[in-house]
C-alpha cells in the first residue's frame, strides 16, 4: 500500500510547504464543519448527514490533484472535497438548511452540487452515478477536450453491478476518469471481508484493464500523490484509474445509524490513533512549517467562521411549498401549473 507520511509524521520525500499547509487548513476546515452538520442535525435543523470524520485526508488528497475546469462525481460523504474544492462553506449549510437560498432547492438528501464548481450531485442509491461518470468522462473525450473526471464512492459500491459495467466501459474506450474508492471499511454495517474475498479492491482494476493503486487513505500526501499521477496520466488519454484509498468511517453511516451495533470501540480508538489530521500536523511540526500557538488559532478561528456562517444562513427564509413542483419540466404542463396555483392558496 503507498505511503508518503507515516503515522507518526515521518516522511521520505517533502511537498511544498504552501501546499501542505493549504492542505492541512481544509482539513481542519471540513472536521470543524463535519462536527457543526452533526450539531445542527442533533437540533433538528437538518434533515440528516452523513459524517466524513476520519475521511479528510482522501478527500482533500484527491481533490487538490484536480485542475479547475476538471469534474467531480461525488458519494454523499465528500465533505471534504468540497472544502477541498473551495465551495463557500455558506453555499453547503444551506444545502443542508435546505432554505431558498440552496442551490438544489432542497432536493433529497443534503447532498450538494453546483455545476459552478463543476460538481454532480451525488445521488442516494450507491453506485448508480458511476456508469454516469464514465459516460461524461467519454463525451469530453469525444469532443477533444482536457478536462477529467474524478468519481468517488465507497467499498460497498465495489458490490454492484453498475461498479463492473461502469469499470469495463471505461477500460475498453479509455475513459479520462480516476475512480476513487473511498474504503472506509463499512457499507453502513457490512465489513469489507463479508463483500470479497480479495485483500485489496484496487486489484480489480486489472480484469477491466487498467492501473489500480492502493493508498494509505489517512495519508494526505499520499493521497494527493497517487491522484496527481493518474489525473495526468487521464489527461494524456492513457485511461482510467482505479486509487483505493485505506481508511475508516469514525462516526456513524448517517445520523440514522448506531454504528455500536456492529463494531467495537477498540476497533474505533484504534483508527483515532491513526487520525490524518494529527498525521500531518505532526509532520508540519518536525519540519518546523507550524506551531502548537498557530494551530489552535487555526482551529478556534475556524470554529468561529463556521458558526458564524451557520447564524447568517439560518436567517435566510424556508423553501415556499410549490418549490417541490420546480424544475422537472423545461414548460410546466397545465397540471403542475395547477397544482402551483393551489399551493399559493393555501398559505
Known sequence: MYQVLSPEGFAEEELDPRLLLSMYRDMVYARVLDRWLMRLQRMGKIGIHAPSEGQEAAGVGTAYALGENDWIFP????????????????????????????PLKGRDFAVYGDIKYRIVPAPIPVAVHIPSAVGFALSLKYKKLSEVVINYFGDGATSKGDFHEALNFAGVFKAPIVFVCVNNQYAISVPVSRQTAVERLSVKAVAYGFEGVSVDGND???????????????????????????????????????????????EVEMWRRRDPI??????????????????????????????????????????????????????????????????????
Open 278 to 347: 494529527t498525521r500531518l500536523r505532526s509532520h508540519l511540526l518536525r519540519r518546523g512549517l507550524w506551531s502548537m500557538d498557530e494551530d489552535e488559532k487555526l482551529w478556534q478561528t475556524a470554529e468561529e467562521t463556521i458558526r458564524k456562517t451557520i447564524e447568517e444562513c439560518e436567517k435566510n427564509p424556508p423553501l415556499p411549498p410549490e418549490s417541490i413542483l420546480e424544475d422537472v419540466y423545461a414548460t410546466p404542463p397545465w397540471h403542475l401549473i395547477e397544482e402551483r396555483e393551489e399551493f399559493s392558496q393555501l398559505r
Open 75 to 102: 458519494l454523499y460523504r465528500e465533505l471534504p472535497v468540497f472544502v477541498a474544492r473551495k465551495v463557500p462553506i455558506s453555499d453547503i449549510v444551506n444545502r443542508n438548511l435546505s432554505n431558498r437560498a440552496d
Open 220 to 266: 494526505v500526501v499520499a493521497c494527493y500523490l497517487a491522484a496527481k499521477r493518474a489525473v495526468e496520466k487521464a489527461r494524456r488519454g492513457e485511461g482510467p484509474t482505479l486509487i483505493e484509498a485505506v481508511t475508516y468511517r469514525i462516526g456513524p453511516h448517517t445520523t440514522a445509524d448506531d454504528p455500536s451495533r456492529y463494531r467495537d470501540d477498540e
